[in-house]
């Protein structure tokens, strides 16, 4: 079974930064993208940024330049380095593989963004 576990988050004042990782269990690491989604309170689900096995990255206009997608396949690893975190990023992350499949939804990663 596939377990996708997040972690790293926390409360960050503005222009703060932050590490998320994301630990993946499974064969899913080396087949699929993947990438990291979030959920602001009161709004849908967003794609933040993707990374294939071969390394090529993209990202959501919002997050450009700020946040950073890696992955380490000898630890089946992808990571999300943040910074010069804004309010407006304050969300719970989870990765998951793209284009997203329920099942593999985990609890995520609480960031908060406040002074």
């Known amino acids: 079974q596939v377990q996708l576990v997040e972690s790293g988050g926390g409360l960050v004042q503005p222009g703060g930064s932050l590490r998320l990782s994301c630990a993946a269990s499974?064969?899913?690491?080396?087949?699929?993208?993947m990438a990291w989604y979030r959920q602001a309170p009161g709004k849908q689900r967003e794609l933040v940024a993707t990374?294939?096995?071969?390394?090529?990255?993209n990202y959501a206009d919002s997050v450009k330049g700020r946040f950073t997608i890696s992955r380490d396949n000898a630890k089946n690893t992808v990571y999300l380095q943040m910074n010069s975190l804004k309010p407006e990023d304050t969300a719970v992350y989870y990765c998951?593989?793209?284009?997203?499949?329920?099942?593999?939804w985990g609890q995520g990663t609480q960031v908060t963004v406040s002074s």
């Open positions: 499974g064969s899913i690491f080396s087949i699929h993208v």
């Open positions: 990374i294939i096995s071969g390394g090529s990255t």
């Open positions: 998951n593989v793209f284009p997203a499949r329920g099942a593999y």
